[in-house]
């Protein structure tokens, strides 16, 4: 048996440049792919989209804030007192609303102008 060993390169060993270091191996690839989905995008036709882009952008982006919210508000409900106060702070300010724009009937009607004007705005 000889002592001499053959050494097979490592196959999970991250890629090493010719400074030796995988983080700049990692920057120049993601910069490739960044590059990438710029010129991707800029190759659309923004324009084309219309209503349906608009619509599409918007509930991704809602989809995104409620995921965002879910993971704060359940990390907000691990606290012992907290939730409790929360609650009680939405009571109090759904009370306050209330009070100010529904207890008498010109204050009701000018809610529903409010509305029915953003209605109009926002719907046509």
């Given amino acids: 048996m000889s002592d001499a060993t053959t050494e097979t390169p490592d196959v ?25 989905v710029n010129e991707t995008l800029d ?4 324009s084309q989209l219309g209503k349906f882009g608009k619509a599409a ?7 995104i804030a409620q995921i965002l919210i879910k993971g704060v508000l359940d990390t907000i409900n691990l606290l012992p007192i907290v939730p409790g106060l929360l609650e009680l702070l939405g009571l109090v300010v759904v009370g306050n609303w209330a009070w100010s724009n529904l207890t008498t009937s010109e204050k009701r009607s000018e809610f529903m102008s409010r509305v029915d004007h953003l209605k109009k705005e926002y719907l046509g």
């Fill in 57 to 63: 952008g918007i509930l991704l982006a809602v989809i």
């Fill in 12 to 36: 999970n060993a991250p890629e090493t440049d010719q400074s030796g270091s995988a983080d700049f191996d990692f920057q120049k690839r993601y910069g490739e792919v960044v590059g990438k």
């Fill in 43 to 46: 190759q659309v036709d923004w």
